[in-house]
């Protein structure tokens, strides 16, 4: 059995058929929370704005046109939500760490602690880089279809993608040299063992 | 080799859509590139970050919100369905082939008909008569506008909401149709409309009061969620006496009412 394309499912939800947006809320409730936690760093936040954009569509769902890949499509949305919420609250527009866990220079496998430092060195970025990698590594959404979402030219999207990544990089690598000091004073401090019970 | 052209390719080799010969450059560069050669490994370990998952609450709010949508689909009266494909397949030509159409199409022939008319007889005085026609056209929009929203088909009234947002300034008895749409109208969509094309016109007492009032009004829960979230983006200063009263409503649907205690908490 195939999958009927979201773009189907969208031109039943326009026509009336509400229920049908339940297929399309199943498809894509996690990535687009992964979108806005990941950007966002608040999961409260991140839920709101997922039900943002599923009532979004069903107030707009009429603005729907057959041929509209509804991928492109529900990431407007979604980014138009983001966008709009911040306007009306300025305070929370900082990014918020609930979600990154503590990096421990011990203890930790070291693909895991890679992981949690590429973490942090993404939510390091400003917010149009780390938006643009989430955009293209996340929600794996072509280059042409992050041009017309971000409204410009196929060559800038190479360019800024190319840019935030060249910025991740030395973010990453001046997190990964502060976890190695980290590790270096920690082992500098552990008493030699044994050393308290020589008299 | 410099890293300049092969950071162009860069972007296109991480996705996999150069050619073999192009891919092979890149690949070379990346052997004796330390810089390049950790970009790559790191949009590769991007992959690898964990996947957040959404509460199992988030699908019972969308639930939520899609009954709320059904009810307020269901207060709709029989054969919208029909209207609804029709407007669908609306464009600009078929509207212009509609009684309502030709005869717009007429008034703005004849002023324009008017206006050449007048630039050719006397061009001196051409700015003044250009300012005077385009107020003319607009009140003959904004007459569109009016007889439409009268309409008995939802289709044309939602066509006369659409129209009414062409236009910066509206006059006080279009505001005031418009108002009597977002109170009156029987379908949830025209009113959504309606409420979509007011909240542009907030600055205006009138239509500020108008819209917020109609709150405890309306029994659409699509309609009262919006018009909560236009509340706050208005910042109402009787924003939380009017989510009380709102609150306390006997039998207030389930979505709205989660609506209510977030704008509460937005408000603090």
Redesign the interface.
Known sequence: MTLAPDEDLMLQVRDGAGETLGVLFDRYQTPLFNFYSKLTGNRTLSEDLVQEVFLRILKYRQSYRPGTPFRAWIYQIARNARIDHFRKFRREATFEPEMLPPVLPTDSAQEQQEVELLQRALQQLPEEKREILLLCRFQELKYEEIASLLGCELNTVRTRIHRALQELRKNFRQLAQGTLLKKAEAAGNIPPRGGRHEV | MKCEPI??L???YL?GSLSAEQRHTVEAHLEQCA?CC??AA??K???????????P???E???A??QA??AG?SNQPKG??EW??R??SWNIFHWLRSPLGAAAWSAAVLIIGIFAGLQIANSKSSSQEISVLRDELTSTKQLVVLSMLQQQSASARLEGVTWSTREQQLDPPVLSALLHTLRYDQSV?VR?AALDALSRHGRQPQVHKGVLDSLQQDQSP?VQ??LIDLM??WRDRDAAHRLQELEQTPNLNPTVRQRVE?AKS?LN
């Open positions: 950071s162009e860069l972007p296109d996705q810089d950790e970009e790191l949009w370990k991007l992959s690898l970050l964990p996947v957040d998952q959404p509460s609450e988030s699908r709010r969308f639930e919100l899609l949508y059904q689909r919208g369905s609804r494909k407007f669908a969509d959504l699509l969620v919006a706050l983006e977030w937005k």
